[in-house]
């Protein structure tokens, strides 16, 4: 039995989660729920999201399911109109779906640099693009809203074979760092949250075997997705004057 909600800093908040089915975005979005946010659950797996909201939903939450791709920009369109009429208009956005496919780039895995750079910019653009005007209202009649997108310690750090993936995520760092000069005056807080290596369904997609190999040698050390939920809620739970632009989170024992 799940515990029940007794910590309601987010209370009246209305989120939403991209790749709430596994991994950082699964635990974010049982963290907002957990501090009374409602929470709306977007991925592609509707059955993993359903067991999220009835766990939920258990805990005295409220959850729902949206099964969309957030690569299909009219899919995302709809199911941001279906929150704004079901939860109400959305004032907390964690723009976290990803994926990471690093390989030597001579070995010309176009079909890799493609996924990687339709989901990581495309689908992030897509969802700012469906949610963007719902975050500005919010902003204006509430007087805070949040824009958090995962970014990545690869967005500034070097790491050979990770090309294409350090190159959407330095996409995603630079384009918060805008928006948070546009929109902060409409009282949008804009954030990057750069995690480095943590446990989660990411690396298993990985098909470089040199890759995999250093993956598993800092296995024991790898951050928790929980620990970055918590630095989202902890990010968005404060005053409406302070924007957090920049969060870098590293296992404490990794050195780059
Ligand atoms: P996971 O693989 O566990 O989660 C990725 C999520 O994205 C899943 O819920 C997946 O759900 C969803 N997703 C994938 N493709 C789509 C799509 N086309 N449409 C909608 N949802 C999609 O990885 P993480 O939790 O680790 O990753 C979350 C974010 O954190 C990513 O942006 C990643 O780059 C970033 N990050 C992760 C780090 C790590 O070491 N884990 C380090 C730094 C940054 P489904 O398959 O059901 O659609």
């Known amino acids: 039995m799940p515990k029940l909600i007794t910590d309601t800093t987010l209370a009246g908040r209305i989120a939403v989660v991209t790749g709430a089915s596994s991994g950082i975005g699964e635990a974010t979005a049982r963290r907002l729920a957990a501090r009374g946010a409602k929470v709306a659950l977007l991925a592609r797996r509707a059955d993993r999201l359903e067991a999220l909201t009835a766990e939920i939903e258990q805990a005295g939450g409220t959850a729902i399911v949206l099964a969309v791709d957030v690569t299909d920009a009219e899919a995302v369109r709809a199911a941001a109109e279906r929150?704004?009429?079901?939860l109400g208009t959305v004032?907390?956005?964690v723009n976290n779906a990803g994926v990471?496919?690093?390989?030597?780039?001579e070995e010309l895995r176009t079909d890799?640099?493609?996924r990687q750079i339709d989901l990581n910019i495309t689908g992030l653009m897509n969802v700012i693009g469906a949610f963007?005007?719902?975050l500005v209202t919010a902003g204006t009649e509430r007087g805070v809203a949040d824009l958090v997108?995962?970014?990545s310690i690869a967005a500034k750090n070097i790491f050979p074979n990770f090309a294409v993936y350090s190159a959407t995520k330095a996409y995603v760092t630079q384009l918060s760092r805008h928006l948070r000069a546009e929109l902060g005056e409409?009282?949008?807080r804009v954030s990057a949250i750069e995690p480095g290596m943590t446990h989660s369904e990411l690396h298993d997609h990985v098909t470089d075997q040199g890759v995999q190999e250093w993956t598993a040698g800092i296995h024991d050390i790898m951050l928790h997705s929980e620990d970055i939920a918590e630095s989202i809620v902890f990010t968005t739970s404060l005053p409406p004057r302070v924007n957090l632009q920049q969060i870098t989170i590293m296992p404490t024992g990794q050195p780059a």
């Not at 929150?83 to 079901?86: K, L, T, V, Y």
């Not at 990471?100 to 780039?105: C, Q, S, T, Y």
């Open 149 to 151: 997108n995962l970014s």
């Open 186 to 188: 409409k009282h949008v």
């Open 83 to 86: 929150i704004e009429r079901d």
């Open 132 to 134: 963007v005007p719902q």
């Open 100 to 105: 990471m496919l690093p390989a030597p780039i």
């Open 112 to 114: 890799q640099w493609q």
């Open 91 to 93: 004032d907390l956005l």
